[in-house]
């Protein structure tokens, strides 16, 4: 094969693989907040690329030097309502540090502001930031 034909063949091969990024499952997953079942998620890049400007997830995690971990969630859906929770316990603490730009949230709370199931999913099918 000539080396001409060889560039074209890779040129060829490239723009192919690079189709496929677009292609798959993919779903935009805004913020829902479901008061019924004490809960409350969503994607972090469906509720930044929203055409509306009231959604949001936020996740704040805090050490101190003493040895105190804290972390607390705070969601606002598209109609403006919201829900937050709040924890202190380490494995909880553990899985909202793992939380990304591109993250799916979904979090179980006591009904009183205590934080009890923490999901965390990283998935090609996520909406990512744009």
């Not at 890049?45 to 971990?69: C, E, I, P, T």
Request: proline share 2%; charged share 10%; net charge neutral.
């Amino acid at each position: 094969m000539s080396k001409k034909n060889a560039a074209i063949a890779l040129g060829l091969a490239l723009l192919t693989g690079s189709t496929s990024a677009w292609a798959g499952f993919q779903q935009s997953t805004p913020v829902v907040i479901t008061p019924a079942n004490n809960c409350f998620g969503g994607s972090l890049g469906s509720a930044r690329n929203s055409a509306d400007n009231l959604q949001y997830l936020h996740v704040s995690v805090q050490a101190s030097v003493s040895g105190l971990y804290h972390a607390s969630v705070y969601v606002r859906d598209a109609s403006g309502a919201s829900a937050s929770c709040t924890t202190t316990d380490l494995k909880l603490i553990e899985v909202l540090r793992s939380v990304t730009t591109d993250s799916f949230l979904m979090v179980y709370h006591n009904g009183a502001g205590a934080c009890s199931t923490i999901e965390v999913v990283q998935a090609s099918s996520s909406e990512p930031k744009q």
